[in-house]
Each structure stands twice: as structure tokens, then as C-alpha cells.
């Protein structure tokens, strides 16, 4: 009980701190540019028309809605962080009650029967904390159309209940699920094989660098996961981020994936800071979005 105290602690501090960069994230995910590109130079020194970055961005939100703003929707997120790590450690403790103690090695390269108890966990931690991560989103996307539709947990869960019934507190489940268990793997197998086939015994003492790095790579290969299961939380809830002109409406996860598969979006919002003009679009001044 402790040590899951200790994590629940750590992980509200890490989501505070992290909470303005993730906000800005969602708002460029959902097509909401409110800052015209600035003409820049690339690593040649070439002049280019570059979009605002993560400080700009943040600057923005800070003269509309004041430094505060810049945690709107923190209060369910919190709450699915603790939700969350208190879910996956009563599932991993079940596990090793059943497997037993001498049976659980600690290692970067992580058995195929270890990964997949930490898949079952990991899954069980996202199926009960994405009611509060939906709440999250929308409470984010608020910003874009100035509504107060979403204004606190309680409030927001039963706004939710109320429009779409129990399916609307797992909108963009499935992708979000796929996206995590694709993430689990990849990272370690990657761990996996660099450790079988490439380190030998006269290097071993870089073992703790390789999940970071696995990590990175799994993150980086399953973002669009992330993108479409954060666009189909949102997406036509009624708030003006989830409705044309940001978004089409999509039946399903997959039409989503389509859609931005087809215009070339799959990594929107995955970099903040070095931003390029998304390929044959204009920037519609009025509307603060690219077209």
C-alpha cells in the first residue's frame, strides 16, 4: 500500500508538470491553430514558413485564459492517474500471487509471460480510467469554441451520461487500447533482441539505456493510435473542437484513421517545437485552421 501511495504521489507531481505540454498537444492533435505561421529558416538556413511552437502556443492560452488556463482539465486527470496506478498494481499483485515470487525475474529484456501480465494490467488500468480521460480531452478542447460545457468531474460525468449514455465515457477506447498493447510489446522486444543478439558480455553495464530508448521508438511507432483514440474521444460531443470545420464527423475509429491516412496527418501533434506547414493546405485566417 505504500509503495503504491509513493507512486500515485510521484505521478500527480509528474502530471502536473507535464499537464500544459499534453493541453497544447491535444489542441494541435484536434486542428485548432490560433497563431499564423512565422517565416523562418530550416537547418540549411533555408527561409521557411514555420508554425508556432510550444511556447508561443503557451503564451497564447496564457493572455486569453490567464497561467490557470493552462491546466484546464487537470482534476480528471489526476484522477485517472491515481485510478489508474492503483487498478494496475491490485492487477499485478494478483498476477504474482498466482505465478509466484520465485518465478519473477527483474530484467530490461522482459519474459513473453511477464509482458503479457503487464499487458493485462496496463489494459485493465486504460478500460477503467478512460471515462476520466474523455473528460480530460473535452474539457481541453473547450478552448477552442470558449464553451463551459465541461467544468468539473462530477458535472462532466453526468453531462456525459446524459448526451451518450455509457458508451460516450469510452469513445476512442479501442485505438487507445491498441495503441498501449502495440507500445508494450514493441518496446520489449526491441529490448529483447538487443540484448540476445547485439549487447555481449563486455557491454553489459548499458542495459539500463536500452528501455529509454525502446521506449522512444514504441511511442514513436504507435502515435497515431494516440491521435485518432484522442480525435474519436471528442469528436462530435457537441463542442465546436469536435465539429467541422476542426473535425469530420466519423462513424468509427477506422474512418478516422482513413481520413487522416489519406491527408497525410498521422504525426499532427507529435512534434511541438520544430512545426512545418502541413503539405498543399492554406491557412484560413478567420477560422484559425488549415484547409
Not at 147 to 154: A, P, R
Not at 161 to 182: K, M, N, Q, T, V
Not at 280 to 288: E, L, P, T, V
Request: overall charge positive; proline content about 5%; aromatic content about 10%.
Amino acid at each position: 500500500m505504500a509503495d503504491t501511495c509513493g507512486q500515485v504521489l510521484l505521478g500527480s507531481g509528474l502530471t502536473i508538470i507535464s499537464h500544459p505540454l499534453m493541453y497544447i498537444k491535444v489542441l494541435i492533435q484536434v486542428g485548432h491553430e490560433p497563431l499564423a505561421p512565422t517565416l523562418g529558416r530550416n537547418l540549411f538556413g533555408k527561409p521557411v514558413h514555420q508554425l508556432p511552437g510550444l511556447f508561443a502556443y503557451a503564451k497564447h492560452i496564457i493572455k486569453i485564459d490567464g497561467k490557470v488556463g493552462l491546466f484546464n482539465g487537470l482534476s480528471s486527470r489526476l484522477c485517472a492517474g491515481a485510478v489508474g496506478t492503483v487498478v494496475h498494481s491490485k492487477v499485478v499483485q494478483v498476477g504474482l500471487s498466482k505465478s509466484g515470487a520465485h518465478n519473477i525475474r527483474v530484467c530490461v529484456c522482459v519474459s513473453f509471460p511477464q509482458t503479457t501480465k503487464e499487458m493485462i494490467a496496463r489494459s485493465c488500468a486504460t478500460i477503467v480510467t478512460h471515462p476520466f480521460h474523455v473528460i480530460t480531452l473535452r474539457c481541453m478542447v473547450q478552448f477552442i469554441g470558449r464553451e463551459t460545457k465541461y467544468s468539473g468531474v462530477f458535472d462532466s460525468i453526468i453531462t456525459v451520461y446524459r448526451e451518450e449514455g455509457i458508451l460516450g465515457f469510452f469513445a476512442g477506447l479501442i485505438p487507445r487500447l491498441l495503441g498501449d498493447i502495440l507500445s508494450l510489446w514493441i518496446c520489449n522486444l526491441l529490448a529483447h533482441v538487443i540484448n540476445t543478439h547485439v549487447i555481449d558480455d563486455s557491454v553489459r553495464h548499458l542495459l539500463s539505456y536500452i528501455q529509454p530508448r525502446s521506449t522512444f521508438i514504441a511511442s514513436m511507432l504507435t502515435y497515431p493510435f494516440v491521435l485518432v483514440s484522442n480525435l474519436m474521444a471528442v469528436n462530435n460531443c457537441g463542442l465546436a473542437g469536435g465539429l467541422p470545420p476542426y473535425a469530420s464527423v466519423y462513424p468509427t475509429w477506422v474512418d478516422c484513421w482513413r481520413h487522416l491516412s489519406k491527408e497525410g496527418n498521422m504525426s499532427r501533434g507529435n512534434s511541438l517545437f520544430f512545426r512545418k506547414l502541413p503539405a498543399g493546405k492554406r491557412y484560413a485566417f478567420d477560422q484559425k485552421r488549415f484547409f
